[in-house]
């Protein structure tokens, strides 16, 4: 029996490799995902969407919107006149809407495979060799040909080698997100965006949650104006504790929970708590891909090597999102998946990983892209900035939510913006317009002219803005 043909086999359905079929396929691309991961799913089906769409972005945020108004009955209703007694918690029914958003997301995926005439392939993607110019893949024993292959299989989480994770009582992001009650007590390693988001959750929803983090400095990657406020409101406002600069000795696990001995500074201390989270960072998933079939090159680290249109070192075989080089983001590896498809169907792909945005959902959101003031510095590049609090924008304060600011960051000779931060309430929506204006080398200038929506909270970027030449009119 002849094998299976395609132009374009992706190996991975997660956010960059179902884009990069579905977008080959667009272009008139015969074209095939592979796909093995079931995230547990009750009738051990297939799901795609990767690690984002079932155990990271969506149901992460599904239970932040829960614990905020969880929160905001508790707190917030009061100055609005709303009374709210009894207010409680079913973290059963909390994680089944998480649970039902992921399903329904899941086959919305499923319907633009069909859709687009993706032919989705079940199983575990690897090279087997090359014959005749084509690409061959074996998929679960089956072999299928390709003159184009997509590497998409994403990341998975960083486990520390003396903590075993069960995701029961130790657990990484996949546990953490389906916890059937509010722990009491809640020890997290890592104070990066998993850290934080998760346990954030928790403690809204009434954890004493200790987070310790091996970094000296509190989010080293955004601008240290943003990492002092968000420090500010974490720890002395949220009750979030926060250790720094931590070196971890011993994890033990009990009948009665976790304890965990470690250093800080000269003082050795011990957390006991009754889950544990392990939020270290991502690792690339390369290995089972049978690259050393092929010849394919992969870093010291784990990545796939490849140039700025993620073509790697083989012919007509590219990678896309956390198996490559450069932040591991869903939204970039969505954009690269759609670049790809465009170079293999002749067409002119475009990433620009300098206006790729950041988002920390936790609250108040952190969002940025661009340069920091301390990379400005530390390379010598002469800069204006502008900074406006949200304190100063009606729209907030007709919330109730006025913490943090927005800072625009621009070229001091020309204008050309930089970079731009924000921490408040839809941070991650307002980023947008600065990215808009950072890919077209628009200037702080160029958003000043432009008129925004009164009252919203994007004239707090207008403001930002217009302070860079010190000129603002709000504040």
Request: aromatic share 6%.
């Amino acid at each position: 029996m002849a094998n299976k043909q395609f132009d374009v086999v992706v190996i991975g359905a997660g956010p960059g490799g179902y884009i990069a079929a579905i977008r080959a396929a667009q272009l008139g691309l015969s074209t095939a995902c592979i796909e093995s991961e079931s995230y547990a799913d009750p009738k051990g089906e297939i799901r795609l969407g990767g690690t984002c769409l079932n155990v990271g972005c969506i149901p992460s945020k599904a239970l932040l919107r829960s614990s905020e108004l969880f929160e905001e009955a508790h707190h917030s209703f009061q100055m609005h006149g709303i009374s709210a007694d009894n207010v409680k918690i079913d973290v059963g029914t909390m994680v089944q809407r998480k649970d039902n958003i992921v399903t329904q997301l899941v086959g919305g995926i499923k319907m633009l495979f069909k859709k687009n005439k993706v032919t989705l392939l079940p199983g575990h993607g690897k090279f087997v060799g090359r014959e005749n110019d084509r690409w061959l893949v074996d998929v679960s024993g089956e072999t299928v040909e390709a003159n184009h292959v997509i590497v998409a299989t994403g990341s998975k989480a960083r486990h520390l080698s003396d903590i075993p994770v069960d995701n029961k009582i130790v657990c990484d992001n996949t546990g953490a997100l389906s916890f059937d009650s509010t722990p009491k007590r809640l020890g997290v390693i890592g104070a990066g965006v998993i850290g934080l988001e998760l346990g954030s959750v928790w403690k809204r929803l009434g954890s004493d949650v200790t987070i310790l983090e091996a970094m000296p400095d509190f989010l080293a990657a955004a601008d240290q104006a943003v990492a002092k406020e968000a420090w500010k409101v974490f720890t002395q406002k949220q009750g979030l504790k926060i250790n720094l600069g931590v070196k971890i000795n011993k994890v033990t696990v009990g009948k009665k929970g976790v304890k965990v001995e470690y250093d800080l500074g000269d003082e050795s201390k011990v957390l006991e708590c009754d889950r544990l989270i392990v939020s270290v960072g991502r690792i690339p998933n390369t290995q089972g891909l049978g690259g050393d079939n092929v010849g394919l090159t992969i870093n010291e680290r784990g990545f796939i090597t490849v140039d700025h249109n993620c073509r790697t070192n083989l012919p007509n075989v590219w990678a896309v999102g956390d198996v490559v080089p450069g932040p591991m983001l869903a939204h970039k590896g969505m954009e690269e998946g759609v670049m790809v498809a465009e170079c293999i169907a002749g067409q002119k792909g475009h990433v620009n990983i300098d206006t790729v945005p950041w988002v920390i959902y936790t609250h108040p959101e952190i969002a940025w892209v661009g340069k920091t003031e301390q990379q400005l510095k530390n390379e010598g590049v002469e800069y204006r900035a502008g900074q406006i609090p949200f304190a100063a924008n009606g729209r907030a304060l007709g919330q109730g939510d006025t913490t943090g600011f927005v800072k625009m960051l621009a070229d001091a000779k020309t204008d050309r913006i930089l970079g731009v931060h924000v921490i408040g309430n839809n941070a991650s929506e307002l980023i947008a317009e600065a990215v808009v204006a950072m890919e077209f080398n628009a200037s702080s200038e160029d958003i000043a002219r432009i008129c925004h929506a009164h009252p919203t909270l994007s004239e707090a970027m207008h403001e930002a803005s217009l302070a860079v030449d010190k000129r603002p009119l709000h504040f």
